[in-house]
């Protein structure tokens, strides 16, 4: 969703808003703006469409000065057009404001402000706190950060901001509340930006801000201050990962490479957990074993991939680890009445840890009294922060907007708290977590197989990618992947796709099946009937001439002959093989989004990190 960059400081702050706007594109966004501060004025350049169109504006129409905002925008509140772009600035256009969130209660606030005379100009919600501020500021209030504060309290919503004031030029204000912001601590100089990669290549050292805070930046200093004026000590944080994670390093897209990354991040994620004796240790992991021994249930909650991974999680948690499960959509879960109690561990897994939905749900099952274990890869995010314990997935920065590394990563935090768990309520015995753990040893390099098929699998893509629509089967621990995979071919390359447990074609779905249909079945070997039933769906396919892409395991000659195209993947385990069956519905759909020329890291509509409801 939108981004933000911000910058205070003695140099000119317009090469620093553009290359932090670049790095934060992969969030989504539809148009783009900036606003300098020059000899007491404030100069702004915004339009819709990509940074290279507010490119070509600037060089028409060069602006250089300091300190400076900058803000992709995903459009809410509006339709995208340059008008509605920010900075939005108040009737004297004194002051600039940037924001990303909602703020809810902008209809109100902007009728009181017109009847005071305040003209507004776009049709976002965005517009009314740089007039909001400019009311407080000509109602008394004692200074610039007194009238940020006023006019904060008064609105409902959420907001990560950067505000200017052409009459106080010194300083860059930042504020935040339910979106995220982040403060970059420079040597004479400060940043403001909604993600660390945003000005990762400026500092490793920033400062995470908190919900009410709002921030008083300097080229010298910051100071940090709640809503109601309490200074607070901001404490500054050594950011681990380098520069070089966010660059393409070689491959066409970050997509690519993310998919690339897999066998690496999930060695990394077994070395670190796994020890000699083939126990998953959880260094750091800060739920009692009495907790876990006593837990009664365990809800998961999540959004899109994360669902999935969620999905995925109950299974191997029902199967090994012997808890009650339940898995709902975050923006579901928020708005029924779950009937969860203290007894129940509230699981909530989310890429970014800034998901709307999923922080909501963790602020509710708080409030009911439950216990909250997140499974998320950004460190310092507001889900990790408002949880009792985390699971980092470690997986690096995810730039792609479609997830593929953070997935995998999440299946195996999944199964790795699924061994710690199962042997803390003595579910599995000792033999069989070494034999477990032995299975998950040899996923990376399954996986770094898939990765070696990748031609055949461009090839296949390349038969099926032009029609309408596709159907993604599996059953079990690969219902999931079914789901996923159906969603990265959605996503990337906007050809319709749904996936179905294979069991429920017969309800329903199995009257789209003609010749034209691709129907992607995920039948790889298991020691249960799963693997016949998937067999008697595949034949169910087979009979209406349905197009079928199997994903089976190698030298499986039955399903060979049956389906018009294979991806063959290493005999897994069932319960692991959803992570390296993914990897081969991420590189079709990938392959589809080529053929059709989409935007593949950015794909249309979307968004990385989706901060509002
Ligand atoms: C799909 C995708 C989204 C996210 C969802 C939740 O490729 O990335 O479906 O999984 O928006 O995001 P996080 O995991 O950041 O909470």
Same mark, same amino acid.
């Given at each position: 969703m939108c981004g933000i960059v911000g910058f205070v400081g003695r140099r000119n702050a317009v090469p620093v808003l553009l290359e932090g706007l670049k790095r934060l594109e992969y969030r989504g966004y539809d148009s783009a703006g900036v606003a300098v501060l020059l000899d007491g004025q404030l100069q702004i350049r915004k339009c819709v469409g990509r940074l290279r169109n507010l490119e070509q504006q600037l060089q028409q129409a060069p602006l250089a000065g300091a300190p400076g905002i900058g803000h992709t925008r995903w459009a +809410?509140?509006?339709?995208?057009s340059d008008v509605n772009s920010h900075p939005h600035t108040d009737s004297s256009g004194r002051i600039a404001v940037v924001h990303n969130g909602i703020i809810e209660n902008y209809q109100e606030l902007r009728r009181e402000l017109e009847q005071k005379g305040h003209i507004f100009r776009s049709? +976002?919600? +965005?517009? /009314?706190i740089p007039h909001l501020i400019e009311n407080e500021l000509a109602d008394g209030a004692a200074n610039f950060e007194d009238a940020v504060r006023r006019a904060l309290r008064r609105a409902r919503g959420a907001y990560a901001l950067g505000i200017l004031f052409a009459d106080d030029p010194e300083i860059l204000y930042a504020a935040r509340h339910g979106s995220p912001l982040i403060v970059g601590v420079g040597d004479g100089e400060h940043f403001i930006a909604s993600d660390v990669p945003a000005i990762l290549n400026e500092t490793s050292r920033v400062i995470y801000l908190n919900d009410g805070e709002i921030a008083v930046l300097k080229a010298d200093g910051a100071s940090v201050f709640t809503l109601d004026g309490r200074a607070v000590r901001p404490e500054i944080k050594k950011v681990e990962f380098q520069a070089e994670a966010i660059e393409r390093a070689g491959f066409e897209t970050f997509m690519m490479k993310e998919i690339h990354e897999q066998p690496r991040v999930l060695r990394s994620l077994i070395a670190k957990h796994i020890d000699s004796n083939g126990h998953a240790q959880l260094p750091g992991?800060?739920?009692a074993d009495e907790y876990i021994k006593g837990l009664a249930r365990i809800m998961i909650v999540s959004c899109g991939t994360a669902y999935h991974a969620g999905m995925y999680g109950r299974l191997l948690f029902e199967n090994l680890a012997h808890v009650p499960v339940e898995t709902d959509l975050a923006s579901e879960f928020r708005y029924r009445n779950p009937m969860v109690d203290p007894g129940t561990l509230i699981i909530a897994v989310s890429q970014s840890g800034e998901t709307a939905d999923t922080l909501a749900s963790v602020r509710l099952a708080r409030k009911w009294g439950c216990k909250v274990l997140s499974i998320c890869? /950004?460190?310092?995010s507001t889900l990790t922060r408002e949880s009792d314990a985390v699971f980092y997935t470690e997986a690096g920065p995810e730039i792609g907007v479609a997830s593929t590394k953070a997935y995998t990563a999440q299946l195996m935090a999944f199964c790795l708290l699924t061994l710690h768990i199962a042997r803390i309520r003595g579910t599995i015995s000792d033999s069989a977590t070494r034999e477990l753990a032995r299975a998950l040893q040899r996923i990376p390099d399954a996986v770094h197989y898939v990765l070696g098929r990748k031609d055949d699998i461009q090839k296949i893509a390349g038969k099926h990618h032009d029609g309408p629509s596709s159907l993604y089967l599996g059953r079990k621990y690969n219902y999931p992947t079914a789901l996923e995979g159906a969603l990265k071919n959605k996503e990337i390359s906007y050809q319709h796709a749904e996936g179905y447990a294979a069991g429920e074609m017969k309800h329903g779905p199995i009257a789209l099946i003609n010749e034209y249909l691709p129907v992607v079945c995920i039948c790889t070997r298991t020691e249960d009937e799963v693997y016949d039933k998937m067999i008697s769906n595949i034949k169910e396919v087979e009979a209406r001439h349905g197009r079928i892409i199997a994903v089976a395991t190698e030298n499986d000659r039955t399903v060979a002959g049956l389906a018009e195209d294979v991806i063959s993947v290493p005999d897994m385990r069932d319960e692991f093989s959803p992570i390296v069956n993914i990897v081969a519905l991420q590189l079709l759909a990938y392959y589809a989004a080529q053929a059709r020329g989409t935007d593949i890291d950015k794909p249309r509509n979307l968004a990385k990190s989706v901060t509002v409801e």
């Open positions: +809410t509140h509006g339709e995208p049709e +976002t919600d +965005t517009e /009314v992991f800060s739920l890869n /950004v460190r310092g």
